[in-house]
């Protein structure tokens, strides 16, 4: 009987990213022992097509693959039939190896000697995101080309961007822009405004303006660069937050698990309204409020704008802030036992390092800190 691709795609995929849980990988690994010699030669091919476009460097390929042959050489010691991999073409034909192995009950299933395993490898997030058009439909963004037909509005997605057509279209429907932990996306409004999107947040916008106003809707993190238009001012509501803009470069960070939301203007000119009061906003400030309060105080903008510019800050307010950033990018969980550290550190970080290299870096500087699949552990 011919397998279900589509459904053991989906396990092979939570297979490489270690998410398969005990049920599915009965599953999987009674698909493989009933599969055909074509449909084990697909899982092969399909494995090593999953390497090979996870757009990340050469170096977390071999280190996936230095986790595989660590698993098979374990196995080795016990059965003695495993032959040893000599290129990391063969690491993919040992992932499927391996899943076979696994048939056996000797890898993975005994928790017992997951102990002895190397952490799970957890790569930086990438461009992806989820666009929900008008009519309620979802479609998933990654980085590839392609064009999506909605109405008489042309939208086209190429390099981790949407690209939004001018167009005198006057009935309004809204577009809503959701990235996950793990992803990020830029888009570009029919107006010609560019916004970019941080992980874990959401923009509400319409695929074209009318000629009265422009409004769109933020929850999470985004930076805007926005097209002048005295005619049409440019508003952004966060909650009960609202910034009005003529035209000008700034960021918000808006997050719900983040103790306030703060507006830093880059250049041009902002009116933050909130907490029954407004504020003019200068290139070099933030208006920081919450439900309660707003006020004016001094950005720090390279801190501010570095995730836009593809880094990791460092030098957040407290530790918890930059483990908060930590969550939302490499799409973990944190946990703190015992007394939260009081540590600052300076500068800023790639945000293509691998979490295991920053891990590294906490531990070099007195943070005590452990990864069980992805579950980031503070301790004492």
């Keep these: ?17 270690g998410t398969l849980n005990q049920e599915n990988q009965q599953v999987l690994n009674a698909a493989i ?10 899982m092969m091919q399909y494995l090593e097509n999953a390497l090979a476009t996870t757009h990340v460097p050469a170096a977390p390929d071999q280190q996936l693959y230095e986790r595989i042959l660590y698993r098979i050489q374990q196995s080795e010691k016990e059965l003695h039939t495993v032959k040893p991999i000599r290129s990391i073409y063969y690491a993919v034909a040992a992932a499927a190896g391996l899943l076979l192995l696994v048939t056996s009950g000797l890898i993975w299933q005994q928790r017992s000697h997951q102990k002895d395993f190397p952490p799970m490898v957890i790569m930086p997030g990438t461009n992806k995101a989820t666009l929900i058009l008008a009519d309620g439909s979802h479609v998933q963004l990654d980085s590839t080309t392609k064009e999506i037909a909605q109405g008489n509005t042309a939208v086209r997605q190429q390099e981790g961007a949407l690209k939004y057509s001018k167009n005198s279209h006057t009935t309004t429907t809204y577009n809503t822009l959701n990235t ?6 830029q888009v570009e409004l029919a107006d010609g405004s560019h916004i970019w999107l941080n992980a874990a947040s959401s923009l509400r916008y319409p695929a074209a303006f009318n000629d009265s106003e422009r409004v769109v809707t933020l929850s999470g993190e985004a930076y805007f660069d926005i097209k ?11 909650g009960n937050t609202t910034i009005q803009v003529l035209g000008t470069s700034f960021n918000i960070m808006a997050y719900t698990d983040e103790p306030n939301l703060q507006a830093s203007l880059v250049e041009g000119k902002i009116m933050v309204k909130a907490a ?6 200068r290139p070099g400030q933030m208006a920081v409020t919450d439900q309660y309060s707003l006020y004016v105080a001094e950005a ?6 570095a995730w836009r510019n593809g880094m990791l800050a460092l030098n957040t307010t407290s530790f918890k ?3 908060r950033q930590v969550e939302r990018w490499y799409d973990v969980e944190v946990v703190y036992q015992g007394e939260i550290p009081d540590r600052q550190f300076g500068g800023l970080l790639s945000r293509n390092t691998q979490l295991s290299t920053l891990l590294a870096f906490m531990r070099k500087n007195g943070i005590n800190v452990k990864q069980e699949g992805r579950t980031i552990t503070v301790m004492p």
């Excluded at 996950?180 to 996306?185: A, C, K, L, N, V």
């Excluded at 002048?228 to 966060?238: A, G, L, N, W």
């Excluded at 720090?300 to 704008?305: A, I, K, P």
């Design 300 to 305: 720090d903008l390279d801190q501010v704008t």
């Design 1 to 17: 009987m011919p397998i279900d691709k589509a459904y053991i795609t989906r396990l092979l995929d939570q297979h490489i990213a």
């Design 180 to 185: 996950p932990r793990g992803g990020q996306f």
């Design 33 to 42: 022992r009933a599969a055909s010699a074509a449909d084990r030669e697909w």
């Design 228 to 238: 002048p238009d005295p005619q049409r001012p440019f508003h952004v509501v966060c």
């Design 321 to 323: 802030g930059l483990m």
């Design 276 to 281: 029954g009061s407004e504020r003019i906003i």
